[in-house]
């Protein structure tokens, strides 16, 4: 789960990691209300999950009410690179010195925790590492030991911040880490972490990706999906319990397993196809899971056919040929089904299919011939 | 001969009373694999279609023997039930649950590897391992496994995906090729057991003659598994990889299968297995025609 900046930065208070006061708010009105009580200046940010919103013109900073409501009226409804910008975060402004760089995320290689710090923040940390990759000292954390003062300190001390930042960025870097592990995230940056010329160090921004599979610990967690950005197609899935990920193209994809499904959008491509969407429909592929994917995917405009893949393991072929002439029973299909049913029972499976087949129903014997007559109806 | 796990394998059931457990440990029972246990701290002294319930895998251990675990626990215990098997004394440990934290997999996978460096985690988020006609354990379908053939040529496979790995065992058995053993190592961020750790296995294995590895989209285990191939493996190797048209971003499924910041897209795996000498196959089929072809060079 992605999280705005205004819910990463509310996350990272929950932690104590100082960040700016703000609100976020959805209203031009609601927006100088906001800056009369956080008082100016403020900056008005735009809240969307891509990267670039300040080159868009999504970030401005205000001086008055005035300028403020300038500013919210142009960034709100905004469209950021196919983002529209419905809430906007004000925040009071801050003195900068200096802009830093740090992050938590897992090393899938090494499984470990990978800490990186760079005195170079406020840009692409990616850029940094193509351009300058000891600019970026990084720290392998394991998980067992976590992440110690002294581990930080030195740290901090490899990654050259200016040693006024020292004590305020050990801090935050024994903070963040403790938001990271302990909030169960797969990402926590935050870029830019900034000195000012206070002396104090500050988180500017906040960049917060949740591990979905932990809500069962962090039960407010379940405020973030309700705000989580999907299309339609996406959120109908979503509220079927269906793995279900949209893509660009004519061909709609239903298959039982994660892999299967890659492997199934995969080859409607490598015949010619086009994919409309990824769809896991896990190992069961009763008729209510089977009717709920085909509702989905036959309330795509785009869709011109569909391709139902189907593997029998544990989940008998017979099953499934239930599943699914009871399914298209239910809903209303208009554009014509390819079903490729294997492993256990297929032969039953297929059996159970015969007497429905039709133009509007077809039957192949393989993944590739499958995908071949699905892909020639659907640009018929 | 298999790899990890055979005939003399003695399995506890971590969850063998709840729905899941019990359905797939009694079909693991049917396919001959030696189940002797369940556990459950409030059923202990009870049975499962006469598998005694012990209240630990400690309990377990010390009366049946156990080598082995298989846990079907829901995810919010799976970190408790790994180290409650580790503890209890089994040293391979099969762990079929999805939806477990990332962090307790970092966890538990350091944790196993600092104090328990004899045990073999497989999982979580896998269908489990297969050594056909002699133990299943998991939720393979026994049947579209094909049992490795003496005097002839037989194929190893390991797999991040489940359904990939029925497939692959399924149409080597359509082509009459036995297999040794079918490792499913699960799709999460931090699997117990990688892609090496079963090459390394089935290149030592006598009856293995070739393997068949199957990857998707998404971190580095296929590259690293790559470099392995070209550097220690002298028995031929089949790969195919899914997720070639998905998106940057965008998660397919497993929690593991991405592609981001540009890494861990299936043309750079491709490219790095080919390289290292592997032939690759585009599609789940091409891959097993490729593990034929192999199969008949190696026969001769």
């Given at each position: 789960m992605d999280l705005y900046e205004y819910q990463g930065k509310q996350f990272f208070a929950s932690y104590d990691i100082p960040v700016s006061p703000g609100e976020a708010v959805t209203t031009v009105d609601d927006a100088v209300a906001a800056a009369e009580r956080i008082g100016y200046p403020v900056v008005v940010k735009a809240q969307v999950q891509v990267g670039g919103r300040g080159k868009a013109g999504g970030i401005k900073l205000a001086a008055s009410a005035d300028e403020v409501r300038t500013h919210a009226g142009n960034i709100l409804g905004m469209d950021i690179k196919g983002h529209t910008v419905e809430t906007v975060w004000i925040e009071l402004a801050s003195d900068i010195a200096?802009?830093?760089?740090?992050?938590?995320?897992?090393?899938?290689?090494?499984?470990?925790?990978?800490?990186?710090?760079?005195?170079?923040?406020?840009?692409?940390?990616?850029?940094?590492?193509?351009?300058?990759p000891d600019a970026i000292a990084k720290i392998w954390i394991d998980p067992v030991d976590g992440l110690t003062e002294d581990m930080a300190r030195k740290w901090v001390q490899d990654a050259k911040l200016n040693p006024d930042a020292t004590d305020g960025a050990v801090d935050i870097l024994v903070k963040l880490y403790r938001a990271y592990t302990e909030g169960d995230a797969d990402l926590t940056e935050i870029n830019p972490l900034i000195l000012k010329p206070t002396g104090e160090v500050h988180a500017l921004d906040a960049k917060v990706t949740l591990d979905g599979n932990s809500v069962f610990r962090h039960p407010d967690y379940e405020q973030y999906e309700a705000t989580q950005v999907r299309d339609e197609r996406e959120q109908a899935a979503h509220d079927k319990g269906l793995q279900y990920v949209g893509l660009e193209g004519s061909v709609g994809v239903i298959a039982n397993g994660a892999g299967l499904a890659m492997s199934t959008v995969d080859i409607v491509n490598q015949v010619g196809g086009k994919p409309a969407n990824f769809l896991d429909i896990g190992g069961g592929a009763n008729a209510d899971v089977m009717a709920g994917a085909l509702e989905v995917i036959s309330n795509d405009p785009e869709v011109k056919s569909i391709f139902i893949n189907i593997f029998g393991g544990i989940t008998k072929g017979d099953e499934v040929a239930n599943g699914i002439i009871t399914a298209m029973g239910r809903v209303q299909i208009d554009v014509p089904i390819v079903i490729r049913l294997d492993g256990t029972n297929a032969d039953e499976g297929r059996a159970l299919l015969q007497p429905h087949l039709s133009d509007k129903l077809q039957m192949a014997s393989t993944m590739v011939e499958a995908a071949e007559t699905a892909v020639a109806l659907a640009t018929a | 001969m298999a790899i990890f796990v055979d005939e003399t394998t003695k399995v506890v059931y971590q969850g063998l009373t709840g729905s899941q457990g019990r359905f797939y440990g009694l079909l693991n029972r049917d396919y001959g694999t030696q189940v002797v246990a369940g556990t459950n701290p409030k059923k202990a002294g009870t049975d499962v279609d006469g598998i005694p319930v012990y209240a630990s895998v400690g309990e377990a251990v010390e009366a049946t023997g156990a080598t082995a675990s298989c846990i079907f626990i829901p995810a919010p215990g799976v970190k408790d039930a790994v180290m409650e098997a580790a503890e209890g004394g089994v040293t391979f440990i099969v762990a079929i649950t999805e939806g477990v934290p990332a962090h307790d997999e970092a966890w538990f996978f350091n944790k196993l590897k600092r104090d328990f460096p004899q045990v073999r985690l497989l999982g979580p988020n896998c269908p489990g391992i297969i050594s056909p006609g002699k133990a299943n354990i998991g939720i393979t379908a026994g049947h579209i496994a094909k049992r490795p053939v003496e005097g002839r040529n037989n194929v190893g496979i390991v797999s991040r995906s489940g359904t990939l790995t029925y497939q692959a065992l399924y149409e080597l058995k359509l082509n009459d090729i036995g297999v040794t053993t079918c490792v499913g190592i699960g799709g999460d961020p931090v699997p117990g057991t990688s892609f090496i750790d079963c090459l390394e296995a089935f290149e030592a294995d006598p009856v293995t003659d070739a393997v068949m590895m199957f990857g998707e989209i998404g971190g580095s285990a296929e590259e690293e598994a790559a470099a392995f191939i070209a550097e220690k493996m002298s028995k031929p190797v089949v790969s195919y990889i899914a997720g070639v048209t998905a998106p940057a971003g965008k998660k397919m499924g497993h929690a593991g299968a991405i592609v981001s910041g540009g890494k861990g897209t299936a043309a750079a795996k491709m490219d790095a297995l080919q390289a290292a000498g592997v032939r690759v196959g585009r599609n789940p089929t091409e891959a097993s025609q490729l593990m034929v072809d192999v199969v008949n060079e190696l026969a001769g």
């Open positions: 200096e802009e830093y760089y740090a992050s938590f995320t897992l090393d899938r290689s090494a499984k470990k925790h990978l800490g990186m710090l760079s005195a170079q923040g406020g840009v692409e940390i990616e850029a940094v590492a193509e351009t300058d | -």
